[in-house]
């Protein structure tokens, strides 16, 4: 079990291109400086300056790891080999996210040098917050390249069959993380279907085609171009295509911030892709001094398909005793 004197802590990833700031809070990115086209460094993802912020609930999943099931799950119930589970309601009607971006992680590794990386560890014991099974779950952060940062989720299911799936919840603002909504970043999602919602944001059960729709970003578009069609703004989930690899990772997005030529591409070997554009972020007061409104980032969040566990045609996010579940992320930033 992790030690009970561990206390939340801001710990450092530098190659002397990318600056990363992660506590062992969430396992929760709280800064992330790369180069603009002109070599300037900016922070681009949106947080606080201090752990306290965080502590006290007042960020809404910034930069966190979401689990032990990411997105929402309809009325916070599912069934499993035969056995009925109650989650709590912490988005009415549904659950959203569970809890692990609530809890101090263990640091098991921090290597400075080339390659600097981080490892953390988590316990989830068997009935917390509801689900089955004791589940061991490490994250490591490692700064692979000077451009490219890479996240590593694991997960063992230790006695019974259990749900698992892991996100990041980073809020990306490429311009910088005080300079206002994300509506002229452009977005190329290479998903050439989503699934659908109800009207508490749960899929319905279609796999839709995105063509000729606001949700299709098959090729570059700006996010504000169709936003209005879409209600408060893009909160869904959209079916990641067998395209583009690299290391064995799938290309799921990229995204282009015009005003400072910065690119970010995302690869992954997640099935879906939760893409929000912060539609309930509304006057948060955060890293020096901004404050955060609707839109101010957008969250890609790479995942197994929202309410899988109740939808017996998605695919399936449950993970059997003895079996590791592995998610991983590769961030990769350029200026162009």
Not at 31 to 42: A, E, N
Not at 240 to 265: I, Q
Request: aromatic share 10%; with cysteine; charged share 20%.
């Amino acid at each position: 079990m992790a030690d009970p004197n561990n206390k939340a802590q801001i710990f450092e990833l530098n190659n002397g291109n990318i600056c990363v700031l992660v506590t062992n809070y969430g396992c929760t990115i709280t800064s992330l400086s790369v180069p603009d086209k002109d070599g300037k460094l900016g922070d681009v993802v949106l947080g606080f300056d201090s752990i306290e912020p965080y502590l006290n609930g007042v960020a809404p999943y910034f930069g966190s790891i979401v689990g032990r099931v990411a997105n929402r799950i309809k009325h916070g119930k599912f069934t499993l080999n035969g056995v009925e589970y109650s989650l709590p309601i912490n988005n009415p009607p549904n659950s959203l996210h569970g809890g692990f971006d609530k809890k101090i992680w263990e640091v098991v590794e921090h290597e400075k040098g080339e390659n600097p990386h981080i490892t953390f560890k988590y316990h989830s014991r068997d009935g917390e917050e509801g689900y089955p099974g004791d589940v061991s779950v490490t994250a490591t952060y490692t700064l692979t390249s000077s451009t490219t940062l890479k996240l590593d989720m694991e997960a063992m299911c230790e006695n019974k069959a259990t749900p698992i799936s892991l996100a990041q919840h980073t809020y990306w603002n490429l311009a910088g993380h005080n300079s206002g909504s994300i509506l002229d970043h452009k977005i190329q999602i290479w998903a050439n279907n989503y699934t659908p919602v109800d009207q508490t944001s749960i899929p319905t059960g279609e796999i839709l085609p995105v063509k000729g729709t606001p949700f299709d970003f098959t090729s570059e578009k700006r996010i504000g171009d169709d936003i209005q069609q879409v209600g408060l703004g893009y909160d869904h989930n959209y079916v990641l295509d067998l395209g583009e690899e690299k290391s064995g990772l799938k290309h799921a997005a990229k995204v282009k911030d015009p005003s400072s030529s910065r690119v970010l591409n995302l690869w992954t070997n997640a099935p879906g892709v939760q893409f929000y554009t912060a539609n309930y972020v509304n006057g948060v007061k955060g890293k020096g001094g901004a404050v955060y409104g609707k839109h101010s980032g957008l969250c890609l969040e790479t995942q197994g398909f929202p309410n899988a566990i109740n939808q017996p045609n998605f695919p399936s996010v449950v993970v059997q005793p003895g079996d590791k579940y592995k998610h991983t992320m590769l961030f990769e930033f350029s200026a162009e």
